[in-house]
């Protein structure tokens, strides 16, 4: 069912030559992150995001994810904080962020800090494990569409308590808009904006949508990818469909999403 396309490990793509997200040549482009650089993303795409459309990801759900409780307790246990002029950022060493097929790197992850920010955070780390994407309904059995489980995970390596943890949580659906973007600006960037027809999550990621879990779900029994990579992304085809599998944090056993960034062509 899952098929890992062979691909070559790069920092920075060139730049498509328009937007990748409204297709348009005429405008000024800037540096799209693939994965935001506040979550410690690597990977580049030159000359590949139009000002309007960043201000649009950045303001409808983009700084909205980074900031919900899930992102905003990772990014401070891994000290992770957002460029500021000014802002002396403190070193910290994390494990490579990859994409690809993990047949051929594999890299152990560093020792987390020695303090791990105990007073200031709970060093839990919750996540969702959503079912899979409504598009993919007919590739999976009935029985992948029951439950949404709550992950925890414990960021300094201990194991969670058995007693009942009493989280406030929020996850709102921008998280998962965000993920929605990751994907499909990975495949952009390693498949171009023709090598699929990624019409209907370009719509989503422009105007925004209530039809999110259309695109982004879990994928369909496996709970956890087993990488040591910071993040992990892959490429995928399920059916009909291109898909990535965005595993942000996958070295601390968070089981990764799906999202369907359109149909392959014939
Ligand atoms: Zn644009």
């Known amino acids: 069912m899952h098929r890992s396309l062979e691909m070559a490990v790069r920092d920075a793509y060139p730049s498509p030559g328009k937007c990748i997200y409204c297709l348009r040549k005429d405008t000024a482009r800037t540096i799209e992150h693939i994965v935001p650089l506040a979550l410690n993303g690597t990977w580049i ?48 060493r994390l494990p490579p962020v990859w ?8 890299y152990a992850p560093p020792p987390l800090a020695e303090n791990p920010l105990e007073e200031e955070f709970p ?15 007919a590739h999976y059995p009935p029985e992948s569409r029951e439950k949404i489980r709550v992950v925890f995970t414990r960021l300094d390596g201990r194991s969670v308590p058995d007693e009942p943890v009493s989280l406030r949580l929020q996850i709102p659906p921008a998280l998962f808009m965000l993920v929605a973007r990751i994907g499909y600006s990975y495949a952009v960037a390693e498949l171009s904006t ?11 990621l422009s ?24 993040h992990d992304l892959k490429i995928t085809e399920v059916g009909e469909f291109v898909v990535v599998m965005v595993n942000l944090f996958s070295s601390y056993g968070i089981p990764p999403l799906e999202v369907i960034v359109g149909k392959r062509l014939k």
């Not at 097929?101 to 594999?106: K, Q, R, W």
């Open 45 to 92: 795409i030159h000359d590949a995001a139009c000002a309007e459309c960043r201000d649009k990801t950045n303001h409808r759900y983009e700084n909205k994810a980074l900031n919900s409780d899930s992102l905003r307790v990772i990014r401070k246990f891994l000290r992770l904080k957002r460029r500021r002029r000014g802002n002396d950022q403190k070193e910290i």
């Open 99 to 106: 994409s690809g097929d993990s047949a051929n790197l594999i």
């Open 123 to 137: 060093a839990i780390f919750a996540w969702l494990d959503l079912e899979p994407a409504r598009l993919l309904a």
């Open 194 to 204: 023709d090598g699929f027809d990624g019409s209907e999550i370009r719509a989503l």
């Open 207 to 230: 105007d925004g949508g209530e039809n999110v879990f259309d695109f982004v779900g879990g994928v369909y029994g496996l709970k956890s990818n087993n990488s040591s990579h910071f």
